[in-house]
């Protein structure tokens, strides 16, 4: 079946700095990615839709200069969360659609000290 | 705007047990349906989609358009069904699709 592989799974970093997470389609080609947020015990917030070879669509109330995407080829979206603030905390999720039904990473818990 | 709701946060049932995960939506037009499920530890999985009309897993939904929603059902719980789960609604087609979630239903089986 059609596979997303995400990294890092976990990452803590200091308040200030950035942090880049990247999602792969492994087997399958995706020219849409989505990037999710997840806080504790609730449902997942669409942030931002990732389209290859053009800019990311954000959702509203997402500052896309703080959450810079880059879908450069068919298969690697990264989201790079920019100085990072304790605020930023969070799991983040993305996905990758394949056919007619979205695939998910892993997911990505950042913690920001 | 689209939405999707779920009720129950969190539903407990013993195993063998029917069990129904509640699921309603709101959109004019043609809705594309899903349910997620994510194990304890584990990244986020299609169960099924209404367009397949499938039965994963033992569970089933149906799509009724007249009360706008698409309930998950399985007539006999497992211990192992314990998760969580999701409805999702997708829409537009292309760089506009949009997979919009629940709030998700937290299912225990209990032995």
């Known amino acids: 079946g059609a596979v997303v592989s995400q990294h890092p799974s976990w990452v803590i970093c200091k308040s200030g700095t950035s942090v880049k997470i990247e999602c792969r389609s492994l087997?399958?080609?995706?020219?849409?990615m989505f990037w999710y947020r997840q806080f504790p015990k609730q449902s997942l917030m669409l942030m931002a839709t990732?389209?290859?070879?053009?800019?990311?669509?954000?959702e509203q109330g997402v500052e896309k200069d703080k959450f810079l995407i880059n879908h450069a080829s068919l298969t690697l979206s990264t989201l790079t969360v920019t100085s990072a603030h304790p605020e930023d905390s969070s799991f983040y999720i993305c996905s990758a659609r394949g056919g007619t039904a979205l695939h998910f990473g892993n997911g990505t818990r950042l913690t920001v000290t | 705007a689209q939405r999707v709701t779920q009720p129950e946060k969190l539903l407990s049932v013993f195993k063998g047990a029917p069990v129904e995960l509640k699921c309603n939506y709101s959109y004019s037009g043609s809705p594309e349906l899903f349910w997620y499920v994510q194990y304890s530890r584990q990244r986020l999985q299609l169960l099924l989609r209404h367009i397949s009309r499938e039965s994963i897993k033992g569970f089933t939904a149906d799509l009724n358009k007249g009360e706008t929603s698409f309930h998950l059902k399985k007539p006999f719980a497992q211990e192992e069904d314990s998760a969580m789960y999701y409805c999702?609604?997708?829409?537009?087609?292309?760089?506009?699709?949009?997979?919009?979630f629940g709030k998700g239903t937290l299912l225990t089986v209990n032995p």
């Open positions: 999702a609604l997708g829409l537009g087609g292309g760089s506009n699709y949009k997979l919009t």
């Open positions: 990732s389209n290859e070879g053009s800019k990311a669509t954000y």
């Open positions: 087997d399958f080609q995706a020219t849409t």
